[in-house]
């Protein structure tokens, strides 16, 4: 795996991680102020939603990255398991 591949992921990493925490934490902050709102339901649910995509997204960043080293065994790997991936969120949710 390149550097520049490695700085990627861990960008995507980090910028989930931070977004995920930030809109829970105004979630929670809403939850405090208005107990039972709307608002602080939707931005907690969001908040896990975004927490829960960013491995996700670091596999897709994979295998793209992988695909321009041309590297086909792990593009075959990430692939399958970003298919998973996907596979048991549409599971999940349907």
């Known amino acids: 795996m390149s550097e520049a591949l490695e700085r990627r ?4 990493l980090t910028v989930g991680t931070r977004a995920s925490t930030t809109v829970l934490a105004m979630g ?4 405090f102020a208005v107990p039972g709102s709307q608002l602080a339901h939707a ?3 969001l908040g896990l939603f975004v927490l829960l ?3 996700v997204a670091r596999v897709a960043v994979s295998v793209v990255g992988y695909l321009g080293e041309r ?6 790997y990430t692939s399958i398991v970003l298919a998973l991936l996907i596979a048991s969120f549409v599971a999940a949710f349907a």
């Open 43 to 45: 931005l907690l649910t």
């Open 28 to 31: 929670l902050a809403a939850t």
């Open 9 to 12: 992921l861990g960008r995507v």
């Open 71 to 76: 590297d086909w065994w792990f593009v075959l």
């Open 53 to 55: 995509l960013t491995p």
